[in-house]
């Protein structure tokens, strides 16, 4: 079993950054892929970033990639999404994910956090 935890959610202003954190406990396989998912209120769970244990390689929604930066640590089993010139739009409950074969499909992955509010304010 792994279990994930994210932090580092808030409340920022727009224009602001945050940079989210997820550790990882439990089964950790050397291959798993983490990744970051995100769901706005009546809206369905969208893909942001993922990054590869391994390589290191990352694949991005390409609407998220010139502000979002997902990053890891292996050491620490962790990964962080730093976030910046921040919009109201971006408001969210965010989510990070693993699994064996993550992709930008929410169902390719194994275990899911519990989640961080991200609140931008205009």
């Known amino acids: 079993q792994v279990r994930l935890v994210e932090s580092g959610g808030g409340l920022v202003q727009a224009g602001g950054s945050l940079r989210l954190s997820c550790a990882a406990s439990?089964?950790?396989?050397?291959?798993?892929?983490m990744g970051w998912f995100r769901q706005a209120p009546g809206k369905e769970r969208e893909f942001i970033a993922l990054?590869?244990?391994?390589?290191?390689?990352?694949y991005y929604n390409d609407s998220m990639k010139a502000r979002f930066t997902i990053s890891r640590d292996n050491a620490k089993n962790a990964v962080y999404l730093q976030m910046n010139s921040l919009k109201p739009e971006d408001t969210a409950v965010y989510y990070c994910?693993?699994?064996?074969?993550?992709?930008?499909?929410?169902?390719?992955?194994?275990?899911w956090g519990q989640g961080t509010q991200v609140t931008v304010s205009s």
């Open positions: 994910a693993t699994g064996i074969s993550g992709s930008a499909y929410a169902r390719s992955y194994d275990y």
């Open positions: 990054i590869n244990r391994n390589d290191f390689s990352t």
């Open positions: 439990g089964r950790i396989f050397s291959n798993y892929v």
